[in-house]
Nanobody, 116 residues
Framework: QVQLVESGGGSAEAGGSLTLACKVS????????RAWYRQSPGKEREMVAE???????NYADSVKGRFTISRDYASNILYLQMMNLKPEDTGTYFC??????????WGQGIQVTVGS
């Protein structure tokens, strides 16, 4: 069982910055992908950034050059540093871990609101 707890959301002005953190705990074995998703009002949930055990990192086109995903291996925390925020970045952000041996787990979600 994998548990994910997000923190760090809140409000920011356009052009500002926020950093999200996801504490990962539980049994994790095998190759896995850790990611941040978001769901904006009226839209489907979308992948924002992901990182694999092999070190591959992918970003949605809309956040490239502005968001950075990283991992603290010692503390088992997944981060999402968000810079130059835009109003369209507003939404609920979810931490996600998935792998063939562990299935898919989601955090409870955390709100990010960007004012214009």
């Amino acid at each position: 069982q994998v548990q994910l707890v997000e923190s760090g959301g809140g409000s920011a002005e356009a052009g500002g910055s926020l950093t999200l953190a996801c504490k990962v705990s539980g049994w994790i074995k095998g190759f896995n992908i850790r990611a941040w998703y978001r769901q904006s009002p009226g839209k489907e949930r979308e992948m924002v950034a992901e990182t694999t055990e092999g070190g591959t990192i992918n970003y949605a086109d809309s956040v490239k050059g502005r968001f950075t995903i990283s991992r603290d291996y010692a503390s088992n925390i997944l981060y999402l540093q968000m810079m130059n925020l835009k109003p369209e970045d507003t939404g609920t952000y979810f931490c996600n871990v998935k792998g063939s041996l562990i299935g898919t787990s989601w955090g409870q979600g955390i709100q990010v609101t960007v004012g214009s």
